[in-house]
């Protein structure tokens, strides 16, 4: 698995897979997990960790709640489709 991820821009994972396995997504550079409203995605899952480098991004729909993106991620997202 790890010599896949080495050949890719990006390894995107599902939000039950983050919390059935918490994985460091290593050594892909750009970690992506993908939820409905970011339920139990939560910042301390091994994927965000500061000291792998690279970026870790949450694809998430409008279903997550404004209070789940500032109190777990981020303040305003990155994109809006709306």
């Given at each position: 698995m790890?010599?896949l991820?080495?050949g890719v821009?990006?390894?995107?994972?599902?939000?039950a897979?983050l919390?059935?396995?918490?994985?460091d997504?290593m050594?892909?550079?750009?970690?992506v997990?993908v939820t409905r409203?970011?339920?139990?995605?939560?910042?301390?899952?091994r994927?965000?960790?500061?000291n792998?480098?690279g970026?870790?991004i949450?694809?998430?729909?409008?279903?997550?709640?404004?209070?789940?993106?500032?109190?777990?991620?981020?303040?305003?997202?990155?994109?809006?489709a709306?």
């Open positions: 790890l010599a991820r080495e821009d990006a390894v995107i994972i599902g939000a897979n919390r059935a396995d918490d994985p997504l050594p892909s550079r750009l970690r997990v409203a970011g339920d139990h995605v939560t910042p301390t899952a994927m965000f960790a500061k792998l480098g970026e870790a949450v694809a998430h729909t409008s279903a997550m709640s404004g209070e789940t993106r500032v109190s777990n991620f981020i303040s305003e997202p990155a994109y809006s709306t």
